[in-house]
């Protein structure tokens, strides 16, 4: 292969210890925060979709990105010239307890490159096949999961909200065994493969593992190594001396904390649930990471969940994820406790999450009805009322958000329910108490508006670019995967090109704006997604 792109890193590989045994075989793995594995062969690899923005970035050439090598090596059938692979070790809590070690069972690292711009992105191939951490699991992934991760993370990029990236999808060729409602009816599914793209791919279950274990040291030098890595400005304040080490500790814990919060308040601003949030699937730098069940409110209903195996309980329904996020942490802090000698400190910062989130939370609901700063005397009470209203009758959440700034709070004689109605399901059916209710929530936001006093085409510019008019509806990118699963991948690319720009108009795509159809609403892979993938 004659190659001339970016060289591949590797500091990770570098800069920690690796597990002595180098042979692939599933084992618990002591002492070492990875070790090293080779992708397993794919038969007839083809590049389905690319990101051509992360492969820019990258400095992939046009040429490489459309060749058969970038296939190749984007399956793990060939290594570029740099790349050491491997696979991480972590554990962490699943459902709220404690499952051991976990690790990359299916996600092989590739290494890392340096940017023009600084930094460097990390590259990760899913469905790679076996690990030491696959713990009797084949190591691959499906079309239909992978077509989910693809479309996802991309879409939420475009969206602004933090997460890990796709830069391929790659079919393998080979099928792959999956039972996907666990019924005993296993299927062969179409194989393939997603290159994840991040500035590092550290989870909480990183820590976690290394503190059960008894593991200080190992901790401390992932903690070093992290902080040197990705948290740079913290590792600055060390080298000239400013904090001692274990304020940076701290420093960097209330930092975690931070960005966790930030990016939980992102996925409530879009109506993302991201159905498994692990401790494993938690990254240190608060990005999205680890699309499996998630999925994207219609409706607004805080107790929804994607998730089928977390149906009952609902641990990790929409409106329950900041107080995950939270008591994740706290299974963080506890990790910390063994190289840092003040529990009091570490308290402090995870109790003040609340305070940060919601104090986040307030302004970014007041960012998404156009106020021009949250003020607590009395929109305190507004978006309280809004919360209620939401909840009152079936309101697609993302049709309301955007047709609210079609309102216009100078105009008396309009109903404020005539205005959002496209949001309603069911609109026929709705109760005039209700109707009655919404519309007294109308009268409160036009007064509040009113004050604001600001005009009104400056309102909708700074509300429809926080107001998504495209997200990546369940039963849109069902509708994806079941054309691939016929081969055909128009309405993927589609949907990829759409979801670059989801705050605009794109009047040529309405139809993929619109409230998920009837049909849709109890059909597997729109309402309800199982983990199997
Ligand atoms: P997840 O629920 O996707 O976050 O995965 C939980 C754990 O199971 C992680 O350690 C994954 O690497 C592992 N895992 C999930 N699917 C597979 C698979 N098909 N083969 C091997 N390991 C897997
Ligand atoms: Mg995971």
Not at 85 to 105: I, K, N, T, V
Not at 226 to 235: N, Q, S
Request: charged fraction near 20%; glycine fraction near 8%; aromatic fraction near 12%.
């Amino acid at each position: 292969m004659s190659y001339r792109g970016p060289l591949f890193e590797n500091r990770f590989v570098k800069s920690l210890p690796a597990d002595e045994i180098s042979q692939n075989y599933g084992r618990q793995v002591h002492g070492a925060i990875y070790s090293r594995v080779s992708p397993t062969h794919v038969s007839a690899p083809s590049t389905l979709i690319l990101s051509d923005e992360l492969a820019n970035q990258i400095g992939f050439s046009q040429e490489f990105r459309h060749s058969q090598d970038f296939a190749e090596v984007f399956s793990g059938n060939k290594l570029l010239p740099g790349m050491d692979p491997y696979a991480s070790r972590y554990g962490g809590h699943q459902f709220g307890h404690w499952a051991g070690q976990l690790g990359d069972g299916r996600a092989i690292n590739l290494g890392e490159v340096a940017l023009k711009e600084g930094g460097s992105l990390a590259l990760q191939l899913k469905g790679a096949g076996a690990t030491p951490y696959s713990r009797g699991a084949d190591g691959r992934a499906v079309l239909r999961s992978s077509v989910r991760e693809f479309l996802c993370s991309e879409a939420m990029h475009y969206l602004g909200v933090p997460t890990t990236r796709a830069l391929s999808l790659v079919l393998t060729g080979d099928t792959v065994i999956r039972d996907m409602f666990y019924d005993g009816n296993s299927q062969e599914e179409p194989g393939a493969i997603v290159c994840r793209v991040a500035s590092s791919f550290t989870r909480f279950g990183h820590f976690q593992l290394c503190a059960v274990k008894g593991e200080n040291e190992l901790l401390e030098r992932l903690l070093d190594y992290t902080i040197e890595v990705d948290f740079p400005h913290l590792h600055a304040h060390e080298l000239n001396g400013t904090y001692s080490r274990q304020d940076i500790y701290l420093l960097w814990f209330d930092e975690v904390c931070r960005k966790t919060a930030d990016m939980v308040i992102e996925w409530m601003r879009v109506g993302f649930v991201h159905g498994v949030m692990n401790t494993d699937n938690m990254s240190v730098l608060g990005l999205t990471i680890d699309y499996g069940p998630y999925g994207w409110l219609d409706n607004y209903d805080l107790n929804w969940t994607p998730n089928a195996t977390d149906a009952e309980m609902r641990r990790y329904r929409f409106g329950q994820q900041p107080l995950i996020a939270q008591w994740n942490l706290w299974q963080l802090a506890n990790s910390l406790l063994l190289i840092v000698d003040d529990a009091a400190s570490l308290e402090k910062i995870l109790v003040d999450f609340t305070g940060y989130y919601e104090q986040q939370w307030r302004e970014m609901l007041g960012r998404k009805l156009g106020l021009r700063s949250f003020d607590s005397g009395t929109d305190e009470i507004l978006i309280a009322r809004l919360n209620r209203v939401l909840q009152l009758h079936e309101t697609d959440m993302t049709i309301f958000f955007r047709t609210l700034a079609m309102f216009d709070p100078y105009l008396p004689e309009a109903r404020f329910t005539d205005v959002v109605m496209s949001a309603f399901y069911q609109p026929e059916e709705i109760p005039s108490e209700v109707l009655t209710e919404i519309n007294a929530w109308g009268d409160l936001y036009a007064e509040r508006l009113r004050r604001d006093d600001m005009a009104t085409e400056q309102r909708r510019l700074f509300m429809n670019a926080v107001n998504p008019k495209y997200v990546l509806r369940n039963y849109l990118a069902q509708q994806a995967i079941d054309h691939a699963h016929l081969g055909d991948y128009a309405m993927l690319r589609e949907l990829y090109v759409l979801l670059q720009a989801p705050y605009a108009e794109q009047p040529e795509s309405v139809r993929f704006a619109e409230k998920r159809p009837e049909w849709a609403r109890h059909k597997a892979g729109c309402s309800m997604l199982s983990c199997s993938s």
